[in-house]
């Protein structure tokens, strides 16, 4: 069983790295906003594994509280970002 919980460790990580690099290397703001969703998610899946691994139960209280302010924070910065600018514009 040990050997399963390590899986999912080592393929949490890996995918954390890659999604750093899309964080990092974006190239729009909604790139980087799913990126930094699915690091949240990437997160709780890592959290959900402890707790499930220690057999602690007191880390659901922090998976709650994570995927609400990861949703507040989504719908806000989705409502509120300003459209990329590829170009400057003219004025004539």
């Known amino acids: 069983m040990t050997v399963i919980w390590a ?4 393929l949490l990580g890996a995918a ?4 750093m690099y ?7 703001t909604l790139d980087r906003l799913v990126a930094l969703d699915t690091l949240a998610a990437m997160t709780m899946c ?11 139960t007191t880390a659901t ?3 709650a509280a994570l ?15 300003v459209p ?5 514009r003219r004025q004539s």
């Not at 899986?7 to 080592?10: D, E, H, K, L, W």
């Open 7 to 10: 899986t999912a460790g080592v």
């Open 16 to 19: 954390a790295i890659i999604t």
């Open 61 to 63: 209280y922090s998976l």
């Open 22 to 28: 899309r964080l990092l290397a974006g190239p729009s």
């Open 46 to 56: 890592g959290i959900g594994i402890w707790a499930a691994v220690s057999r602690d």
């Open 67 to 81: 995927a609400l302010v990861g949703f507040i924070g989504s719908v806000s910065v989705a409502r509120f970002r």
């Open 84 to 88: 990329d600018d590829p170009e400057p």
